[in-house]
Every structure is written in structure tokens, then in C-alpha cells.
């Protein structure tokens, strides 16, 4: 996975808790990408930031999420107030640099559960 | 917009069999295409890439070929093994932003 970090790796929350799940580029890279994956669905786009800065949250759902990635630290996808339909896997990915073109390398992701 | 469709699945084959699984796109622009590959509980590896027409990407026998005119990127291999059973995900990347549009992907499963 290319260095790419996440963590936890599994998150059980009860509906209507908080859900913090974090992720950490490749050293050195600027760049992270969300994805959210449902049961027996592909991947769906999030959520694109840079360091301290939003790119493109088109794919995120216009309440309860948030997303951000400050200048020291890992970026955060906070869930508030879950409900059983966030229940999925969350991956983040980062691209490896450049003249690599525009692949995607991806961390091992958090599986949510809410009870 | 743009999407990606993969053909429905499970698969299921016996070892040293072939190997084809379709994906067919549309997309803005003149995306880049890729395979991934998910094991189970795991995050996606990039299996293959192809980034203008007529391309070939190959990997750990693998190979896809960027066809513009029929907007497809078909993934096969000759001979599979058991050990590639996993998840297999056809995505493109297109404009600005670069993020990943993906189809829904298809279960491989190999019997010894």
C-alpha cells in the first residue's frame, strides 16, 4: 500500500456517536483523497484535499460529514451523529508523486460498523 | 459524467483457465484507465494502468488494452492461479482533480 497509513482499522460506534477516522499520506506528500465503499458496491469519491485546503468535497453528503487535513498531522473524515447506513468501508489515497501520472495508492482502510 | 461498467458477476473458474473480465467506460476528456485488485480485507492494489488509446498494461500476467474506439478496457490473463482470487475494480481518472470514478467491481474466485 505504498505507505499509505490509516487508523483504526475497525471503528464500532453506536447510532448516533461520533466517528473519527484518520489517514496519513505517503511522507512528504500533500495530498489525500477519500473514498467510501458500501457493501457489495464499488468505491465512490468523497472527498480531494491538500494540506489545509479543500479541493473538491462533490462527493460528500451535505450533512453530518466533514473532512479536513491541517498543516500537522493526519486528515480527518469525521462522521457525526452515525446512523447504520454509514456502515462501509473508508479508504483514503494519495498519488505517488510526480511522473508517476495520476494512479492512486491506497491505505488499508477503516471498516465502520454502527450497531 | 463520467462512469465505468463492469460486467456482473461472481466468477468462478478453475485453475489454468482464461481469463476476461469486461469494463467499458465514458468519460469527459481523455481519461486514464486502471485495474485494481482487492484481497479480502484489505485496500486496493493497482494492478494495471493505461493512460492514452491503444495502450497496453500488463502486471503478474495480467494485461488491458485502452481501446478509444470501443471506450473499453477488458482485463485477461491466459492462466489464472488461486492465488488471484480478490476483488477486481475497473476505474478511470479524468480532468482537474484527478480523482477515481470506479465500477462496481467482480469477485474472482479460482478452484484448485
Known amino acids: 500500500n505504498a505507505g499509505v497509513m490509516q487508523n483504526p482499522r475497525h471503528l464500532v460506534r453506536r447510532r448516533g456517536q461520533e466517528a473519527r477516522l484518520r489517514c496519513s499520506p505517503m511522507?512528504?506528500?500533500?495530498?489525500v483523497y477519500w473514498y467510501r465503499q458500501l457493501p457489495e458496491e464499488g468505491l465512490k469519491f468523497m472527498v480531494y484535499?491538500?494540506?489545509?485546503?479543500?479541493?473538491?468535497e462533490s462527493g460528500m453528503p451535505k450533512e453530518r460529514f466533514s473532512a479536513e487535513f491541517p498543516k500537522e498531522g493526519p486528515s480527518i473524515l469525521r462522521i457525526q451523529q452515525v446512523v447504520r447506513g454509514d456502515s462501509a468501508a473508508y479508504f483514503c489515497?494519495?498519488?505517488?508523486?510526480?511522473?508517476?501520472?495520476?494512479?492512486?495508492?491506497f491505505g488499508p482502510g477503516t471498516r465502520l460498523t454502527v450497531l | 459524467g463520467n462512469s465505468v461498467t463492469q460486467m456482473e458477476g461472481p466468477v468462478t473458474l478453475s485453475e489454468e483457465a482464461f481469463l476476461t473480465i469486461n469494463c467499458t467506460y465514458t468519460?469527459?476528456?481523455?481519461?486514464?484507465l486502471f485495474w485494481y485488485v482487492q484481497y479480502p480485507g484489505e485496500g486496493l492494489q493497482l494492478l494495471l494502468k493505461?493512460?492514452?488509446?491503444?495502450d497496453k498494461g500488463s502486471n503478474k500476467g495480467f494485461e488491458a488494452t485502452y481501446r478509444k474506439e470501443t471506450t473499453s478496457f477488458h482485463l485477461e490473463k491466459g492462466s489464472v492461479q488461486v492465488s488471484d482470487s480478490a476483488v477486481y475494480f475497473c476505474?478511470?481518472?479524468?480532468?482537474?482533480?484527478?480523482?477515481?470514478?470506479f465500477g462496481k467491481g467482480i469477485t474472482l474466485s479460482v478452484r484448485p
Open positions: 489515497a494519495s498519488p505517488p508523486g510526480l511522473g508517476y501520472g495520476n494512479e492512486q495508492f
Open positions: 511522507k512528504g506528500h500533500s495530498h
Open positions: 484535499l491538500q494540506k489545509e485546503n479543500i479541493i473538491d
Open positions: 468519460a469527459t476528456g481523455y481519461p486514464s
Open positions: 493505461a493512460t492514452k488509446a491503444d
Open positions: 476505474a478511470l481518472s479524468a480532468g482537474a482533480n484527478s480523482k477515481l470514478t
